[in-house]
């Protein structure tokens, strides 16, 4: 990286996620980043921002109409944009700025579907520049360890995974929620989220997807499901009696989110409360998967979302013994009076609980021998400090990393590809082939990440 100029950034997209990047841009990372302007489809909500930023940082930032988005990367000679806004804009918003002459970082999942990921890899052949999608779940200690106890040999040679993921009813709750809900919107839980998790088993292994079969559905959240149930919904979770319904959402409860949606809703129409059990809702919030890797290893993957406790449990089998990670992120749900369910503050009390305590473990048995602890050694800030080392990378530059935790175009392809052959999968009953040519990608070449 260039130190003698600091490198100048648009923020495209400014809901929720957004903050994280521009307060690294601004604060810790100032010296060789420069935050040049917002822009987003509503300006109530960048004008929150422009005042977070002007109150925090003592600073004045542009904004600028998506529309111009083209021409303005041009005339203000932007460097890099980072994109944070609804999964099915990624595209079109990667292509133009690729095509504008700026290399992108966008969060994850790279996009919905194939049709849009050929096009982005069709815009980065063309221009030569680079897309980073950002997989912070690489960077949390508990997965590098996991990655440097599977390197090291200590299994031997993998031959599956069991890879169980519980989004509880705070976290899981809330896609069913928001924009989320519709397939279009999102791709469903199997791409946007479940990318993640693909990901870090694709790294994990150093390895590509080769068949996908899925099985699932809406099961628990949705107007039928509450029907059968007995549950009779309220209109809205901001005028209903959180009490009664710990499901609603009253964005009366949270300043920051009142600010950010509600108080903007008048733009756009959008509501960032909607009920999860009324409305249309086209995702699935059961989902199991299996998965057969180039190199021979099989995964075995589920999903639910409406789980009293959040984390995930990693099994790795191999020729000498097996790998055990258990992550308990928030041991129970117990909404306080008063409070928001989508606050995760609430369940403090529950994360001491002595049944289920928050943290992780890492556990190595090979054969013939006794089960021993793995040390995970964790940094400071979310996710073990896996956050910082992310946005550090991405705005000073990767250096030698023995883990390969930047992830590069290709990984983001390879992300997702599960997950869109997996809704594939739903709709046919079959398993499905993984074709590098469906998503205009060749997943074994070798991909060197300059950012």
């Given at each position: 990286?260039?130190n003698?100029?600091r490198?100048?950034?648009?923020l495209?997209?400014?809901?929720?996620?957004?903050?994280?990047?521009?307060?690294?841009i601004?604060?810790?990372?100032?010296?060789?980043?420069?935050?040049?302007?917002?822009?987003?489809?509503?300006?109530?909500?960048t004008e929150?921002?422009?005042?977070?930023?002007?109150q925090?940082?003592?600073?004045?930032?542009?904004?600028?109409?998506?529309?111009i988005?083209?021409?303005?990367?041009?005339?203000?000679?932007?460097?890099?944009?980072?994109?944070t806004s609804?999964?099915y804009?990624h595209?079109?918003?990667?292509?133009t700025?690729?095509?504008?002459?700026?290399d992108?970082?966008?969060?994850?999942?790279l996009?919905?579907?194939?049709?849009?990921?050929?096009?982005?890899?069709?815009?980065?052949?063309?221009?030569?520049?680079e897309?980073?999608?950002t997989?912070?779940?690489r960077?949390?200690?508990?997965n590098?360890?996991?990655?440097?106890a599977?390197?090291?040999?200590?299994?031997?040679?993998?031959?599956?995974?069991?890879?169980?993921?519980?989004?509880?009813?705070?976290?899981?709750a809330?896609?069913?929620?928001?924009?989320?809900?519709?397939?279009?919107?999102?791709?469903?839980?199997?791409v946007?989220k479940?990318?993640?998790?693909?990901?870090?088993?694709?790294?994990?292994?150093?390895?590509s997807?080769?068949?996908?079969?899925?099985?699932?559905?809406?099961?628990?959240?949705?107007?039928?499901?509450?029907?059968?149930?007995?549950?009779?919904?309220?209109?809205?979770?901001?005028?209903a009696?959180?009490?009664?319904?710990?499901?609603?959402?009253?964005?009366?409860?949270?300043?920051?989110?009142?600010?950010?949606?509600?108080?903007?809703?008048?733009?756009?129409?959008?509501?960032?409360?909607?009920?999860v059990?009324?409305?249309?809702?086209?995702?699935?919030?059961?989902?199991?998967?299996?998965?057969?890797y180039e190199?021979?290893?099989?995964?075995?993957?589920?999903?639910n979302?409406?789980?009293?406790?959040e984390?995930?449990s990693?099994?790795?089998?191999?020729?000498?013994?097996?790998?055990?990670?258990?992550?308990?992120?928030?041991?129970?749900?117990?909404?306080?009076?008063?409070?928001?369910?989508?606050?995760?503050?609430?369940?403090?009390?529950?994360?001491?609980?002595a049944?289920r305590?928050?943290?992780?473990?890492?556990?190595?048995?090979?054969?013939?021998?006794?089960?021993?602890?793995?040390?995970?050694?964790?940094?400071?800030?979310?996710?073990?400090?896996?956050?910082?080392?992310?946005?550090?990378?991405?705005?000073?530059?990767?250096?030698?990393?023995?883990?390969?935790?930047?992830?590069?175009?290709?990984?983001?392809?390879?992300a997702?590809?599960?997950?869109?052959?997996?809704?594939?999968?739903?709709?046919?009953?079959?398993?499905?082939?993984?074709?590098?040519a469906?998503f205009?990608?060749?997943?074994?070449?070798?991909?060197?990440?300059?950012?």
């Amino acid at each position: 990286m260039n130190n003698h100029k600091r490198i100048r950034y648009v923020l495209i997209g400014t809901g929720n996620r957004c903050e994280m990047y521009l307060t690294a841009i601004l604060g810790d990372h100032a010296d060789v980043a420069e935050l040049v302007a917002l822009s987003d489809t509503n300006p109530g909500r960048t004008e929150y921002y422009l005042d977070v930023i002007e109150q925090t940082f003592g600073e004045q930032v542009d904004v600028f109409d998506p529309e111009i988005l083209a021409q303005y990367i041009r005339e203000q000679k932007i460097d890099r944009a980072i994109i944070t806004s609804p999964d099915y804009t990624h595209a079109d918003l990667i292509c133009t700025c690729l095509e504008a002459g700026a290399d992108v970082i966008v969060e994850k999942p790279l996009t919905v579907d194939s049709e849009s990921t050929r096009r982005i890899a069709q815009a980065v052949e063309r221009t030569g520049r680079e897309v980073i999608v950002t997989f912070n779940y690489r960077y949390s200690p508990r997965n590098t360890a996991l990655k440097k106890a599977i390197a090291d040999g200590l299994v031997g040679e993998v031959t599956s995974v069991d890879f169980s993921w519980m989004l509880d009813t705070v976290h899981g709750a809330d896609y069913f929620r928001r924009w989320h809900r519709l397939k279009e919107n999102s791709g469903g839980l199997l791409v946007h989220k479940s990318s993640h998790h693909f990901d870090l088993v694709n790294w994990w292994l150093d390895d590509s997807p080769s068949s996908v079969y899925a099985a699932g559905g809406l099961k628990f959240y949705g107007a039928k499901n509450a029907e059968d149930r007995g549950i009779i919904p309220s209109d809205r979770g901001t005028h209903a009696n959180s009490e009664s319904e710990p499901f609603d959402l009253d964005l009366h409860t949270d300043e920051r989110l009142e600010h950010l949606y509600l108080d903007n809703e008048h733009f756009d129409g959008y509501r960032r409360d909607q009920g999860v059990f009324q409305g249309e809702i086209s995702i699935e919030d059961n989902l199991a998967v299996i998965v057969q890797y180039e190199d021979g290893p099989v995964l075995n993957y589920s999903l639910n979302a409406h789980s009293p406790w959040e984390g995930y449990s990693v099994a790795v089998n191999g020729t000498k013994g097996r790998l055990e990670l258990n992550v308990v992120e928030r041991a129970a749900v117990l909404p306080a009076s008063g409070a928001s369910p989508v606050d995760p503050s609430v369940s403090d009390d529950a994360q001491n609980s002595a049944v289920r305590c928050k943290g992780d473990r890492l556990v190595l048995q090979r054969h013939w021998e006794s089960a021993v602890e793995l040390e995970i050694i964790n940094g400071k800030g979310s996710h073990g400090g896996g956050d910082a080392l992310l946005l550090t990378e991405l705005l000073r530059g990767a250096d030698e990393d023995q883990y390969s935790r930047q992830a590069g175009f290709r990984d983001g392809v390879r992300a997702i590809a599960i997950g869109v052959c997996a809704n594939d999968s739903l709709i046919t009953g079959t398993s499905q082939r993984v074709s590098e040519a469906e998503f205009g990608v060749d997943f074994k070449r070798v991909e060197k990440v300059k950012l």
